[in-house]
C-alpha cells in the first residue's frame, strides 16, 4: 500500500515536473529570436522539427548521437578518461539496476525465462551493477574534492545528486546483507513458503541455512553436520532452491553480511531489513521526484542537446534557435569541463564572480530569462559576468553535452543590452559620473587587489613636467571628432592632467573623455615631455572601481 | 624557430581565418607554432579591474615560458595588452612577487624571460623580406593597399617596441614583397575605432568612417590589418564605396600560393576572393 501509493505520487510529481520542463523549453526567453515568438508557434517548430527529422536523413545522425554520444559517450573519453569512465559507471550501473532489478516486473520477468532476484546470474549481477555505481560515485567525489577548478563549482546540486546516489546505493548493500542475516526473514519464508506443520520441522533448514545462507539465528551457533546434511535435503525437497543461489558469489554483500554477523541479533529485533527498505524505496522514490528539478535530470534532456548538435541545420529557423538555448540549460550536465577550460577564468579567479564561468552562467542564464522582467531583479553579476566573457567559443568547443553555448552568449548579451543591464564599463562609467550608488556595485573582488600599485594619477612626479603644450588633446582623435569637444567631452585630455595635477581626481574621473578614450596612447607617444596621459586614463577607469568596490 | 601561439580570444569563433592563415604561413617560412591553452590576454579586463587584467596577462607569460617559448600573436591588442603587462612587471618587482605568489596557486611563475612579439615583427625581423620574396610564387599586379599599423602595436613605442612610432616602415615593406603597391594615406597610424565598439558606437563607427574614406582618398583598393579587432572592426560596417579590409594573411599568403582553404577569403564578411583576381596570370 505504501509503496503504491509512494510511487504513484512521486510518479505524479515527476511528470509535472517533467511537463514543467517541457513547458519551460517552449516559454523560456533567451535572445531576440525568441521575444516574438509564442509559445504555440514555438511548440508546433518544435513537433515539426521533431517529426521531420524521424523522416529524413536525420534519422542516422539521431542513431549515431544515441549510440555514440548516449551509450557510449564518446565526447567524454575524447576529453577526459575519468571522467568517461565515472559517467559511463554511474550511466551503465544505474541503468541496468532500473531495468534489471527495480522494474523487473516489466522487464526481466518478461525476458529471461526463470528470473528470480534471488537467483544467480541476476542476484550476482545486481552487485556488480550496484558496484559498478558505487565506484562511479566514488571517482566523481574524488574529482570534485581534488580537482580546484572543478572543485570551484561544484555546488549544492551536484551534492545533493551525489547523496542521493549513496543513498540509493548504500541503502540497497546494506538491505541485500540485512536480509542475508535475518531471521525474521527466514522465518517468514518459511511460514508463507515451506508450509511446516511445527515450527520444530525447519531446523535442519535453519542448520544448512546458518551454515552455507548466512541467516544468524538467536537459538543456536553450533552446526550440527547431520542436521545440515538433512536441511540441504529439505532446501531442494521444499523447492527453496529454485529461487534462492547461495549468497557467497555476492563480492559486496556477502562480505558484509559477514560484518554485521555480530549485530545480526539486534538488527533482527530493530527490524533493519524493513527499515532498509522503506530508506531504500523512498530514496529511489524522491529520486524520482526531484529528477526533473535535479542535475540527473539531463538523464533526458542531454540526449536530445546531443541529437540536436548532430542533426541542426547551419541556418535554424530563428524560433528552433530561441527553443534549443532554453532546452540547453537543462542539458548541462554541470560537469564543469567548460569552466575548466575557460578563456577568463583568471579573471573569475579575481574576482570572484561565479557567473563569469560558462557553466555558473548557464544557470543563471535560466534565472535572468525568468526575472528579467522583474523590477526588483538585481542582474548586476550576471551581467558582469556576460559582459567579461570574450567569446572565445572554448566552452562550446570542448562541452561534451554538444551544447551551443556561444550563441546562448551571444544571444544573452543583446538580452542585456535591450533590458538596459549595463556591462560594468558602463556600470563604472556612470558611477565615475555620479550616477549610481554603491548599492549597485560590481566588481567586488575574491582576492585583495593590486590596485595599490597603480600610483600615477596621485603622484605631483606624473604632471610636474607637463608645460600644458596641449599636444595630447591636439593629436586625440576622439576630440578630433568634434567641433565643439567640450561639450561632448567635458575635459580635453590636457585639462585631465591639469585637473590631476591640482588633485582634482573625482571631476577628471567624471569627464566623458576618460570614459571615450580609444586607448589609441597618440597623446601618450606624442608628448614632449613623457607624461604618461592614456596610462593615467586607464588608471582612472580602474580607480572608479577601487571607490565601488569601497563603497563609503 | 617556435613560438608559442597566442590566437587571442576572438579568432576561434570570429576569425578563424585568420589564425589559420598566419599559421600556414609561418609553417611554410620554417617558424614553428606551438598551441597552448592560453587565457584571455587581460585586454577585456584591463579598463575595469586591475589585478584582474594583470593575472591573466601574467599566468600567459608563465605557461609559455614554462615550455622555454617567447609568444607569438596575429592580435595587436593582445600583443599590446602583453606588452603592457611585461612593462609593469618589469618596472614593478614589488608587483611581480604578488603577481608570482597569485600564480604559484596553479604552480606558476613569471621570471620575466619570456617576450612577446607579434607576426609582422617576426615575418620583418626573424624570417627577413628576402627569405620572404624566395617563398613568394605568385607577384599582384597593380593592386593597392593601405597598410593599418593599429595603435596597440605602435604605440607606446617604448613598451610596445614595434617600430618607428611616427615612420613605421615593417607593414608596407612586406605588403611591396607580394607585389602589391602600399599606399600613402593620411590616417594610417590612426585607431581604428574598435575598443568603442561596445561602449560608444558613434565614437567607434565615426573614427572608422574617418580611416576608411582616408584610405580611399588615397586610391587604396584594399584596407588591409594585421589584428583581430582591427579586422572585426572594419568588417562592422557597409563599406560602400570605401576599400574592402582584408587580413594580411590573406594578402600574404595569396602570394605564396595558398588557397582558400588556408586563408579563407570568402569567410570575411566582405568576401575578399576578388584580391585573387589582382594576382598576375
Known sequence: MIFTVSLYLSLTIFALGLLYKFWSWVSLKIGPEAEDAPVGLRASAAMGAFITSLFSVNLVAIVKALVLDVLLQINILKKDFLSWLMHMLIFHGFMLLLLMHAMDELVSEKIFDGYYSTLNPYFFLRNVFGAMVIIGVGIAIFRRLKLKPLNQVSGKRDVIAIVILAVIMGSGFLLDSAKIVSQNVFDQ???????????????????????????????????????????????????????????????????????????????????????????????????????????????????????????????????????????????????????????????????????????????????????????????????????????????????????????????????????????????????????????????????????????????????????????????????????????????????????????????????????????????????????????VLYELKNMANQKIEEPV | MKFAFFPGCKIPYHMPQYGDGVKTILDRLDVGTIDIEFSCCGYSARSINFTAYMFSAAKNLALAEEQGLDILTPCKCCFGSLKHAIAMLEEKPELKDEINEMLSEDDLEYKGTTQVTHVLKVLHDVVGVDAIREKVTRQFDGVKIAAHYGCHALRPSNVTQFDDPVDPVIFEKLIEVTGASAVAWDKRLECCGSPMKDHNADVSDMIMDKKLKSAGAAGADYICTACTYCQMQFESTELGDNPAPILFSQVLGLSMGLEEKDLGLTLNRNDASSLMDCLQK
Request: negative net charge; glycine residues 6%.
Open chain 1, 189 to 535: 519464508m518459511v511460514v508463507d513458503y515451506a508450509g511446516f506443520e511445527d515450527k520444530e520441522e525447519s531446523i535442519p533448514l535453519m542448520h544448512y541455512w546458518a551454515k552455507d545462507f548466512g541467516v544468524v539465528f538467536e537459538d543456536f551457533d553450533e552446526f550440527d553436520p547431520e542436521m545440515i546434511e538433512e536441511g540441504k535435503e529439505m532446501h531442494v525437497d521444499f523447492a527453496c532452491a529454485d529461487c534462492h543461489s547461495k549468497p557467497d558469489s555476492l563480492f559486496i554483500s556477502w562480505p558484509l553480511a559477514k560484518v554485521m554477523k555480530p549485530v545480526a541479533n539486534s538488527l533482527n529485533k530493530a527490524d533493519a531489513p524493513n527499515i532498509l527498505y522503506y530508506i531504500h524505496i523512498f530514496a529511489c522514490f524522491l529520486g524520482l521526484a526531484y529528477l526533473p528539478c535535479s542535475k540527473f535530470f539531463h538523464i533526458i534532456a542531454t540526449p536530445i542537446t546531443l541529437i540536436i548538435k548532430r542533426c541542426a541545420a547551419p541556418r535554424p529557423n530563428p524560433v528552433l534557435k530561441a527553443n534549443r538555448r532554453a532546452l540547453e540549460i537543462d542539458g548541462c550536465t554541470h560537469c564543469g569541463n567548460c569552466s575548466v577550460h575557460c578563456s577568463v577564468r583568471p579573471i573569475f579567479e579575481v574576482l570572484g564572480n561565479s557567473n563569469i564561468l560558462p557553466s555558473e552562467k548557464l544557470a543563471a542564464t535560466g534565472d535572468y530569462a525568468k526575472n528579467k522582467e522583474k523590477a526588483d531583479y538585481d542582474a548586476g553579476m550576471f551581467s558582469e559576468g556576460s559582459f567579461i566573457c570574450t567569446e572565445c567559443n572554448r566552452c562550446t568547443d570542448v562541452c561534451t553535452a554538444g551544447l551551443n553555448l556561444q550563441d546562448i552568449w551571444l544571444a544573452v548579451k543583446k538580452d542585456l543590452v535591450r533590458n538596459n543591464d549595463q556591462a560594468p564599463f558602463e556600470k563604472l562609467k556612470e558611477k565615475a559620473a555620479g550616477a549610481v550608488t554603491p548599492k549597485d556595485a560590481v566588481l567586488k573582488p575574491g582576492k585583495p587587489g593590486l590596485e595599490k600599485h597603480l600610483m600615477l594619477s596621485s603622484q605631483a612626479d606624473t604632471f610636474s613636467r607637463c608645460f600644458e603644450c596641449q599636444t595630447c588633446t591636439n593629436v586625440c582623435p576622439a576630440v578630433g571628432l568634434y567641433d565643439n569637444p567640450g561639450e561632448k567631452l567635458g575635459l580635453m585630455p590636457h585639462q585631465i592632467m591639469h585637473s590631476l595635477a591640482l588633485g582634482l581626481k573625482d571631476d577628471a574621473t567624471g569627464a566623458a573623455m576618460v570614459w571615450d578614450c580609444l586607448t589609441c596612447y597618440m597623446c601618450q607617444e606624442m608628448c614632449p615631455q613623457g607624461v604618461k596621459v592614456t596610462d
